[in-house]
């Protein structure tokens, strides 16, 4: 038999075998854990590189259309146009260059209605409602007696007060035959009744015996709308920052949007915006005058955007996606970082407009977000899915 000092060493051997063991276990957890936040690191990183890798691109393939056209100046190329670079500066990529009175905020709604033939004398079919530059739009098509007639809507200005949108739009026949009507239309508020349907929606109508013999497939229609936003009248919002004659004291150079002059510092823009940087800072005649126009933009979204690289809390529902296309432009990543805040935390756009817009302006942390939203509504359905079936 063991005596009493064994079984007591025996014990204590044990015990201290078992501490060890633990001691090993835990060290081993909690490198698993370093290792994986090491991981996300590194992902982290991975991510930023490839950021930073875009921007660098993207830097110089504005500086090489900056170069060439002023090659051209320089040699005459360009016979009497003395605009300079003011409309490679309208845009933020080659690949996007407009003339100088083109607005970038223009979009596609895309509808298609079906069982077309048994819609009624006078009932109006509606289609599903967008959200589009802080405005809501839709398509509506109507039959009246022996004619079909669509119209492009934004209910918003119907109850509005003072605004008015000035716009250019195409619509067309997706199905069947293409056929396309261009025009220019302004949707505001009309007072007299009569004319509202006028005033707030434009209509494009066609022979109902047109419609079935060209249009029609399987009784079902597709009509597409391109629209471009030409000019914006809004109710007046006291602005957070002045940019005006107030400022000229503060200021070495004025950016001229639509008429309406801003009043800004050279070296403040160039170190929020690579877009600035490369104009102001460049070596070509732009960078020497005292006034600059800009196009393609909207005043009130470059106030706001200007408000939001001085600090201001500027960003809401209407001007969110005006700032972050202007941002976009001009490759100001505070901005754009702002406008991806406020759209993470703060709106309350459906998941489909969060989605377009993470997508069009490359939000990775958007982007993540609604995917993780949309699995999870996914798993929702599957779940409602299977508690439902007997």
């Known amino acids: ?12 051997f044990h015990s201290s075998r078992h501490k060890r063991l633990n001691d090993l276990r835990t060290a081993c957890q909690n490198n698993r854990k370093l290792a994986e936040e090491i991981d996300k690191l590194i992902e982290k990183q991975i991510a930023q590189d490839a950021i930073n890798k875009k ?14 056209i002023r090659d051209e100046m320089y040699y005459g190329k360009r016979g009497s146009d003395n605009r300079g670079i003011q409309a490679i500066f309208a845009t933020a990529s080659s690949s996007k260059v407009k003339s100088d009175q083109s607005s970038m905020k223009n979009f596609v ?4 209605f079906n069982d077309v033939s048994k819609i009624p004398d006078g009932q109006c079919i509606f289609g599903e409602k967008e959200e589009h530059f802080g405005f809501n739009w839709n398509l509506e098509i109507r039959r009246s007696l022996n004619s079909f007639v669509i119209h492009v809507s934004c209910p918003e200005l119907y109850h509005s007060g003072n605004k008015q949108i000035e716009t250019e739009l195409e619509i067309k026949f ?6 396309a009507l261009r025009t220019s239309f302004v949707f505001k508020k009309e007072t007299n009744k009569t004319e509202n349907l006028k005033g707030w929606r434009c209509p494009r109508s066609v022979e109902w015996k047109d419609l079935e013999e060209k249009y029609l497939i399987d009784d ?4 597409e ?6 000019r914006v009248v809004r109710e007046y919002k006291e602005n957070l920052r002045d940019f005006d004659e107030t400022m000229k004291d503060f ?24 877009y600035f940087k490369a104009l102001f800072l460049g070596q070509f005649i732009e960078s020497s005058q005292s006034e600059i126009t800009l196009t393609g933009i909207d005043p009130d979204d470059f106030q706001k955007f200007l408000e939001v690289l ?12 005006g700032i972050l296309l202007i941002a976009d432009m001009y490759l100001a990543q505070l901005a754009i970082r702002k406008c991806e805040d406020f759209l993470l935390k703060l709106t309350k756009k459906p998941l489909k407009k969060k989605q377009e817009l993470a997508d069009r302006y490359n939000l990775e942390k958007s982007k993540a977000k609604c995917l993780c939203e949309m699995m999870s509504v996914s798993r929702m359905a599957n779940l409602l899915e299977k508690t439902f079936v007997y």
Do not use: P, W
Not at 174 to 179: A, C, L, M, Q, R
Not at 220 to 223: A, E, F, Q
């Open 109 to 112: 709604m895309r509808q298609t």
């Open 310 to 321: 001085y600090g201001e809390s500027a960003i809401d529902e209407h001007y969110v996606e």
């Open 225 to 230: 709308c391109s629209l471009e936003i030409k």
């Open 251 to 274: 200021s070495d150079i004025v950016l001229v949007v639509k008429d309406q002059k801003f009043y800004v510092n050279t070296l403040f823009l160039a170190a929020q915006s690579s």
């Open 55 to 68: 921007i660098v691109e993207q830097e110089k393939k504005i500086l090489v259309e900056i170069r060439s």
């Open 220 to 223: 079902s229609l597709t009509v």
């Open 1 to 12: 038999m063991k005596s009493r000092s064994q079984n007591r060493l025996s014990n204590t």
């Open 174 to 179: 997706v199905s069947g035959t293409d056929d």
